[in-house]
């Protein structure tokens, strides 16, 4: 019989950028017994959910929301708004901005990926000038939509989303905003009707401290028109039957109850604190983890400290050593998950998740095991991180919340 638990005493310390730590309180909440799902009190459930998590996103416009991995709302996306053969412009920041391109292009789309040259292109944000160099180019518009990652997973980067739509606007282009924040949502700020964005796509493992399993489309007016005429073939992704069921609190098909009673909770958690303390706090903790950085003389994968992510820092090593050997020693020594390098950073770096059920010690604990495992993989540091941290949460207290 597979044994999942294994760890023989503590607690496993999982620091990698999402799935994160799921509070207890969560996972009690979804312990609860499963009800009927086509019945009263799922109904109420399904609407008290469906009005929190518009306040999450920022938005007076319908969330939807699927029993499926963030993969999934990327399709949902661009299956719910355009058409085979449709032209979308997308920028490369990342293994994650990668991966949905490939996506656009299996589903029989025309995808035209603009980005900066090799590894240094993936140290940096979404580059708005260039999207909006290209769109003023396409005086025909035949470029339908524009496909970018809030905060790109792999790297540690958070994109100025206000930007793109302001080089959308000024380009006079009428393309759709689609944009990725699987990773950014409820750990920095997003505001999707504010930055005008047509379709949001996020998930539940990340800043909403959830396991795997849940993911979401917000969508615009803009968006919802669109899908009248899209022609790419859909039946479970479409918008159509759910938003009309919405209505009543109830989906058209099976949903995931045990999950949704952990949506609720979350929501509750992270509304609760409020919003802005919540950005603030997981700010804290990567200026935290940065200063560790420094102070052991490495890099930090992000290269332009105006799109530092508040969700997990990359760590470049030192030429020489290997990232993953280095996380798989400090894995078998510590009981410590660190994010691998991905695609073009596969090596070259490892991430540390500050997500999740997560607190300054907890962060302290992370950072003393990379030391430790960075000492023992003969990287030579400069001096003691986790003596930054600790110096830095100390002179940072975070403000209590009103």
């Known amino acids: 019989m597979l044994k999942l638990d ?9 620091q990698i950028p ?15 017994p499963t009800i009927d799902h086509r019945g009263p009190e799922f109904g109420a459930l399904g609407l008290e959910v469906l009005r929190k998590i518009r306040e999450v996103f920022k938005t007076q416009q319908p969330v939807v929301i699927y029993p499926a991995s963030g993969t999934g709302a990327w399709e949902a996306a661009l299956v719910n708004t355009l058409s085979p053969g449709d032209r979308v412009l997308m920028f490369e920041t990342g293994h994650f901005a990668t991966l949905w391109e490939k996506m656009a292009r299996r589903l029989g789309l025309e995808p035209e990926f603009l980005s900066l040259q090799g590894y240094e292109g993936w140290r940096h944000g979404v580059q708005a000038d260039m999207i909006e160099r290209r769109l003023r180019e396409d005086s025909g518009h035949t470029i339908k939509a524009v496909c970018v990652v809030h905060n790109e ?3 540690g980067v958070t994109s100025n989303i206000a930007a ?19 990773s950014g949502l409820a750990c920095a700020d997003y505001q999707h009707d ?9 998930g539940s493992q990340k800043g909403l401290m959830l396991p795997p399993g849940i993911s979401f489309n917000a969508v615009s007016d803009k968006a919802v028109e669109a899908s009248r005429r899209a022609q790419l073939p859909k039946s479970f992704w479409a918008w159509d039957e759910i938003l009309e069921l919405n209505k009543s609190g109830y989906w058209p098909y099976t949903p995931n109850t045990n999950l949704l009673y952990g949506l609720n909770e979350a929501l509750d958690m992270l509304l609760e604190e409020g919003l802005e303390q919540v950005f603030a706090r997981h700010q804290r903790w990567a200026a935290g983890v940065r200063a560790a950085v420094e102070c052991w003389g490495l890099e930090v994968q992000c290269q332009d400290p105006s799109v530092y992510s508040p969700v997990l820092t990359g760590v470049v090593m030192p030429e020489g050593i290997d990232a993953d050997a280095v996380r798989s020693l400090i894995y078998k020594r510590f009981d410590l998950s660190l994010g ?8 070259k770096m490892f991430r540390i998740g500050h997500l999740g059920d997560c607190n300054d010690l907890t962060l302290i604990a992370t ?8 000492k023992l993989s003969g990287a030579k540091l400069q001096g003691s991180g986790v003596l930054a941290a600790l110096d830095y949460f100390a002179a940072h207290p975070l403000a209590a919340a009103s």
């Open 6 to 14: 294994f760890h023989p005493s503590g607690r496993h310390f999982l």
């Open 18 to 32: 999402g799935p994160s730590p799921v509070p207890d309180r969560i996972l009690r909440a979804m312990s609860l």
């Open 153 to 155: 997973t792999s790297t």
């Open 164 to 182: 793109v739509r302001r080089a959308i606007d000024e380009a006079r282009h009428p393309a759709l905003l689609l944009v990725d924040t699987i």
């Open 194 to 202: 504010g930055w005008g964005v047509d379709v949001t796509i996020s």
């Open 340 to 347: 691998t390098g991905l695609g073009k950073a596969k090596g």
């Open 367 to 374: 950072l003393g095991g990379c030391e430790a495992g960075l």
